[in-house]
C-alpha cells in the first residue's frame, strides 16, 4: 500500500506541475459539491487541495466511520449515503473502485469518478511528449479530443443513459447479445445475431515491436487492412491526410466501415470541404489494455509516417491529462467532445454502456469535430497541396481480386514469413527490375534508408528481360552488400508479374496504351506488405516510360488508402540525363561498354564485359 501511495503522489506532483487544477476540473464539469470516498492518504490530499475553492466537499464516506480527521467534515458509512442528494459527485480514492461502485449504486444513483485514472504514470507521459516533438518536427499539428466519463457529464441524460453509468464495460454483457442491442441498432435494416456479433467480436490483435495492432481482417461489414480499420468514401484527390488513433471510439467498436467517426466525417468533408479543400480520413486506432490505450496511441503515432500540415487526431478518455496547459504549444490543440452527445438531439438511444456508443453516437462526434476541424483549419494559412488524381476501385473488387490469386498468394507469403528479417522500426520496400543494376538504381535505395530503417527490395522474377531473373537478382545483391538493414527478395508471380501487370512487360511496343494496374499494387497492400510490415513504397521518378509514370500514378492512388506512404525520388543524373538500365542498354547496343563505368556498380561492369567484351 506504500507504494501504491507513494506511486500516485508522484503522479499528482507532476500532474500539478504541468498546470492541471482539480478545481476547474470538476468546475469544467459542472460539479460543484463532492463526497470524498476514503479518508486515507489520497482522500486527504484532495481535500487539502479543494478546501479553499469553489469545490465544497460534503462529507467523507469510509468503512470506518471513526476514523479521526482534521477537518470539520463528517464521516459516514456507505449504508448512510441514501441521503447526499445535494452531491454531485462521488471521487473514489481507493484501488477497488468497481467494487466500491457496484456497492454504493444500491443506495445513490450519482456521478462515480476514480481518482487513481486521473493520476497517471510519468512514463505515459513522457511518450505523449516524444510524439509531441515528432508531430512537431514534421510539421503536422496534433488536436486532442477527449471523451472521458461520457455517460457522467452529458447534459439532460435519457433514463437510459443514467442507467448505462452503472453498466460497466463487460465481455459477458456483450458477448450475450442483451436483448436491448436490438433497440438501439433500430434504424440498422441487416441488424441479426450475425451481423451484432460481425461487428462486436471479430476483432483480433497482433504485436508489432511491442506496439498492439488490429489484426487484417475482411468481410461485408469490418474491414481492417494494413492493421488500419477501413474509412470508406476517401477521395481521389485530398490536400492533407488526417490521422485518426484511439481505442474502440476511435477503431468504431459497435459499428461497420461506413458508420465509423471517421467515415462519417470523410463524408462530410467529402461535401463540405474543410476551407475549400478535401481531407483524406486514416483510422490508425486500435484498443488493446485500458491501462495503456493512450500509451500504445503515442507509440503508433511514432511510428506513423506524417507529412508537413497533416492533422493529427487522438480521440480517447483521459487526454486532459497529458496536455500541459503551461507549455503552449502551438501545433496542440484540446477538446473536450463529451458535450457532442448532450441532449437535445434526434438519433435516440447511443449508449451501450458506461462507455461505448453505437453508430448513432459516432454520427454525431463526427459532425462536432467537423466543426473543431473547421474552426482550426481555416486558421491556418499557406499549406503546400499534396493531392494524388487516379480512379479509386472498390474494396470488393480488391477482394475479388486476392480470392483469384488465392494459392500462389499462400505459397509467397509462406516465402515472405520465411525471409522476414528480425528488425525494430519504420519498413520501407521498393521493387525493381534492374535490367541491369546501375547507379541509379543504387541512388534510389540510398535515399530510401535516409527515410526507414529498414528496406526490402523486390527483384522482379519473371524472366522476360534481356537479362535473366537469375543474374539481376545477384548483381542487386552484390550492389547492395555493403549497405546495413536491406534485405533482397524474389518479387513472386504476384509483384509485376505476367498474371498482375502485363503491360509492363511489353511496354517496348506499347508504351502509349492506358493501363490498370490496380490489381497488382492492391495485391501489395492488402497482403503483401502486411505480412512484412512495410510502410514506405518507393520509386524513381518516371519522365519517359509512360506505362511505369502510369504505375507510380496508381500507386499514389491505391497505397495511401492502405495506410502506406507512397515516395517518388528524382533520379541520379549523368550530364543532365537519367541513369537508366534502358540507357545501359543503349551503350551496350551502341558498344559504348568502356563507357559503362559511369552509369555501372563495379559489380555490374565486370558482369556486362564478361558478356560483352570490349571490341577493339
Known sequence: MKNFHKKNLSAWDKLNKSGFSFEKFFLDKNIKNIAIYGAGVLGRRLYEELKDTQINVSCFIDRNDKVTLPYDVKVITPLMTN??????????????????????????????????????PFKVYDYYLKASDYIKANGANLLLLDFSFPTLFLKNPSPREKLCRYINQSGDVLGNLPSFLYDIFDNIPAVDDNYLNEILNKYTFIDIDGIPHLADYQSDYCNIINHCRLTTDTPDEYFNTIHFFGPCIGVGYAAEDKHTIESNLQKIINDKKLDNNVYRVVNHSCWHKKETDNQDSFKRILKTPISSNDILVIVSPMLWKYYDFNRKDTHIHYHDIV?????????????????????????????????????????????????????????????????????????????????????????????????????????LIEKALTKCDFLYIFVVEEDKSEFPFEDRYELVEQGVSDLKNVKVLKSGKLIISSLTFPEYFSKKDNNDIQIDASSDITLFAQSIAPALDIKYRFAGEEPLCQITNQYNQTMKDILPKYGIDFIV??????????ISASLVRKYIEDNRIDELKELVPETTYKYLTNKYPIKL
Do not use: W
Not at 96 to 119: A, K, P
Not at 347 to 356: L, P, R, T, Y
Not at 569 to 578: G, H, I, M, S, Y
Open 83 to 120: 441521503n447526499l442528494s445535494e452531491i454531485d459527485a462521488v471521487v473514489i480514492t481507493s484501488i477497488e473502485y468497481i467494487n466500491i461502485v457496484d456497492r454504493l449504486q444500491r443506495h445513490i444513483s450519482i456521478r462515480f469518478i476514480n481518482l487513481i485514472e486521473i493520476l497517471i
Open 339 to 443: 458535450p457532442a452527445l448532450d441532449r437535445p438531439h434526434d438519433q435516440g438511444e447511443i449508449f451501450m454502456d458506461v462507455f461505448h456508443i453505437t453508430h448513432k453516437g459516432y454520427r454525431l462526434i463526427a459532425q462536432y469535430i467537423y466543426k473543431i476541424l473547421q474552426n482550426f483549419v481555416s486558421s491556418q494559412q499557406n499549406l503546400p497541396p499534396q493531392k494524388t488524381n487516379l480512379i479509386k476501385k472498390t474494396a470488393n473488387t480488391h477482394r475479388s481480386s486476392n480470392k483469384k490469386y488465392s494459392p500462389i498468394l499462400k505459397d509467397y507469403l509462406g516465402y515472405l514469413k520465411k525471409e522476414k528479417a528480425k528488425t525494430n522500426g519504420t519498413i520501407g520496400s521498393i521493387v525493381m527490375n534492374c535490367n541491369p543494376f546501375t547507379y541509379g538504381h543504387r541512388y
Open 569 to 578: 525520388a528524382k533520379r541520379k543524373e549523368l550530364n543532365n540525363t537519367p
